[in-house]
């Protein structure tokens, strides 16, 4: 007898068309996926050899749950350094991944019925969680022509007593849009006398394209004691499968919290990871960060100019992170279909947008070679044309 709880989680489309991939590819066919959100480039060699070093010196045990001091102190100066944030080692916590750091927040923070305010589209995992604690998931729709961002009318409109909390992802999986400082304060002023929390997904600052990235909890006083700030390395050194996130928040407690939580399911994280993140955020890394975000705007721009040559689709020129959300309203009105026929009869794979709560799309990761990217819409070109 499974529990209602588990029972309300829906398996990840985004992994389960990857998982589909690789097992066909596995087979012997010609599949280019480009549904994953992982960079294509190898860890660097800056923070391997901090993880060999960790090894060799034998740095294997327990750690504090919230992690090393000398971490904890490296991300506070991140983030002082980076978005002027002032944040105290005992106000950061250390998870495996940004996704556990989600699964904490949401677990010490949102109470039966409590409501969330989720913009669509969106990452597919956030309202998952949401209903796993037994919150009630409130969706704002975002479209094209607002480069999928909402407004304060909109924030406005959705809010009401049970209001618990509102996810902002900047920059956006799977859109790649970026919320500009003044974008962020007009927001904040909406939730000025509310005790709602803010949960800043910062995952993809780093992969910033255009304009320039503004953190959530910078942009007022306000915003500071309200905003969580999430991120890691996952996308920014292609740190993975390293498994490494943190959060920071002003409120002590709920950092307190989390970290109580996390002592009686996961403890620490790894040990290694904890040294080679280090080396990822002190700055030692930032040459290959900026070697990887140049790559991806050649590979942005080649994809945006090849997807907005094919008659019936559309994508806006995304500011940051490494995806295209494509429009595909003109040729399909049911994403899922799309994107299995696509797979079946193109070897191509790429996740529908119904599983982003905005059905008529797909995303696309560019987060691989110019070739592939090429001969990858090519296939995706003669699909449509196939349709009409």
């Known amino acids: 007898m499974l529990t209602d709880r588990v029972n309300t989680l829906s398996e990840s489309i985004t992994i389960a068309i990857t998982t589909l991939a690789q097992e066909l590819k596995a087979e012997g066919k010609d599949i280019l996926s480009f549904s994953a959100g992982e960079p ?36 506070a100066a991140k983030l002082k350094r980076d978005n002027n944030l002032t944040y105290a080692p005992n106000q950061i916590m250390v998870n495996n991944g940004a996704k556990h750091s989600l699964f ?16 669509a589209p969106y990452w597919v995992t956030y309202p998952e969680l949401v209903n796993y604690c037994g919150g009630t998931v409130v969706e704002i729709e975002t479209f094209d022509e607002t480069s999928f961002k909402i ?30 400082k ?11 006398g509310t005790d709602i929390i803010v949960a800043s997904d910062e995952m993809y600052e780093k992969l910033t394209y255009e304009g320039s990235f503004t953190s959530c909890a910078a942009v007022s006083e306000d915003m500071y004691k309200r905003t969580v700030t999430i991120n890691g390395l996952s996308k920014s050194v292609a740190m993975t499968g390293w498994r490494f996130g943190y959060m920071a928040a002003a409120d002590t407690d709920l950092i307190k919290a989390t970290k109580k939580l996390q002592s009686q399911s996961t403890s620490n ?3 290694i990871t904890q040294k080679a993140a280090i080396a990822g955020l002190d700055g030692r890394a930032d ?28 994508a806006v020129k995304p500011d940051g992170a490494f995806y295209l959300f494509v429009n595909i309203k003109e040729v399909s009105s ?18 529908p947008g119904v599983a982003f709560g905005s059905e008529g799309y797909f995303r696309m990761s560019f987060a ?15 699909f449509v044309g196939d349709l009409k």
């Open 40 to 75: 294509d480039f190898n860890t660097p060699q800056v923070i391997k050899d901090a993880a060999i070093e960790a090894v060799n010196e034998g740095f294997t045990k327990y750690t504090a749950v919230d992690g090393i001091i000398e971490l904890r102190e490296a991300i």
């Open 269 to 271: 994280i790894n040990t």
């Open 151 to 180: 407004t304060p009318e909109q924030l406005k409109a959705a809010i009401t007593p049970k209001t618990r909390m509102l996810i902002l992802t900047t920059p956006s999986n799977p859109t790649g849009s970026i919320y500009t």
């Open 104 to 119: 904490n927040l949401f677990s010490v923070t949102i109470q039966d019925g409590a409501e969330v305010i989720i913009p």
């Open 182 to 192: 003044e974008e962020l304060i007009e927001l904040g002023k909406v939730l000025e």
């Open 287 to 314: 040459a290959d960060i900026e070697m990887m975000r140049k790559a991806f705007i050649e590979r942005r721009d080649e994809a945006v100019k090849l997807i907005n040559e094919i008659d019936g689709l559309s």
């Open 368 to 382: 691989t070679d110019i070739d592939t990217i090429r001969t990858g819409i090519a296939r995706i070109a003669e």
């Open 334 to 351: 049911d994403s899922l279909t799309f994107a299995k026929e696509l797979l079946d009869k193109k070897l191509v794979a790429v996740v």
